[in-house]
C-alpha cells in the first residue's frame, strides 16, 4: 500500500517562473492537505482540499498560489512567478475523513529552490 | 497571539536513558494534541494523538501527556537507541479544524 506521494522531490526555479508541485494522497483517502516548511519554522498549513473543493485555504498566501484536487489525478499546488522567498519544503499529508483529531499521513515532500 | 514553543536546543542523551521533550502553547485551547516525527529530508511520521480529556498515552517506549491547566505536552522516549535520533514534533488544533505545528525539538542519542 503505497504512501502519499510528492513529486518531483527538488524543483528548481528561477525567479518568475511557475512551480507545480504534485500530491497523490494514499489510497482510499480523500482528504489532502498542503503544508509549508521554511528553513528553521514549523510547519505552516497552507490548504485543505476534498476533492474538486477547496474546504479551507486560509494558510495560502492570496497572490500566486493555488491549489486543486480534481476528480481524477494528483492534487496541485500552483506557485506562479516565484520569488525567492517561496524556496522551502512543501509537504502534503492526506487522511482518511476531516477533523483534527485523524492521522495525517504525510509524503517526502518537494524542496523548491528559488534561484 | 498564538504560540507553540518547543526548545530550539538539540536534546543529546545517552543511549538507554529517557529523552523528556516539552510542547508549551498559548492562547490555545486544543482538543487534540498530536506528535510526528521527521527524519532529514522526509516528512513527518505520525506518533501518538492525546485527547484532552487524556491525562496519558503510550505506545511501546513512548509516552505522552497532556495538561490542560499548565497547556503543556510532556513526550517521553524510555531506553532510547541511536535510531530514536531524530526531530520531533508537536501539533495541536487550532480551534478551526487545522493542525499548527511547533518548530520541532532534535533529539541525538549517543551510544
Known amino acids: 500500500n503505497a504512501g502519499v506521494m510528492q513529486n518531483p522531490r527538488h524543483l528548481v526555479r528561477r525567479r518568475g517562473q511557475e512551480a507545480r508541485l504534485r500530491c497523490s494522497p494514499m489510497k482510499g483517502h480523500s482528504h489532502v492537505y498542503w503544508y509549508r516548511q521554511l528553513p528553521e519554522e514549523g510547519l505552516k498549513f497552507m490548504v485543505y482540499?476534498?476533492?474538486?473543493?477547496?474546504?479551507?485555504e486560509s494558510g495560502m498566501p492570496k497572490e500566486r498560489f493555488s491549489a486543486e484536487f480534481p476528480k481524477e489525478g494528483p492534487s496541485i499546488l500552483r506557485i506562479q512567478q516565484v520569488v525567492r522567498g517561496d524556496s522551502a519544503a512543501y509537504f502534503c499529508a492526506s487522511s482518511t475523513q476531516t477533523g483534527v483529531q485523524e492521522t495525517q499521513y504525510f509524503g517526502p515532500g518537494t524542496r523548491l529552490l528559488v534561484l | 497571539s498564538q504560540k507553540i514553543e518547543q526548545n530550539s536546543e538539540a536534546l543529546n542523551i545517552q543511549e538507554g536513558k529517557t529523552a523528556t521533550l516539552t510542547c508549551n502553547y498559548t492562547n490555545y485551547s486544543p482538543a487534540y494534541l498530536q506528535w510526528y516525527r521527521q527524519d532529514p529530508g522526509r516528512g513527518p511520521v505520525f506518533l501518538l494523538l492525546i485527547r484532552e480529556n487524556e491525562k496519558e498515552k503510550r505506545k511501546e517506549r513512548l509516552k505522552v501527556t497532556f495538561d490542560t491547566t499548565l497547556k503543556q505536552s510532556l513526550f517521553h522516549i524510555t531506553a532510547s537507541q541511536p535510531a530514536d535520533s531524530a526531530t520531533y514534533l508537536c501539533?495541536?488544533?487550532?480551534?478551526?479544524?487545522?493542525?499548527?505545528f511547533g518548530k520541532g525539538n532534535q533529539v541525538v542519542v549517543i551510544p
Open positions: 501539533a495541536l488544533d487550532d480551534g478551526n479544524n487545522r493542525l499548527a
Open positions: 482540499l476534498q476533492k474538486e473543493n477547496i474546504i479551507d
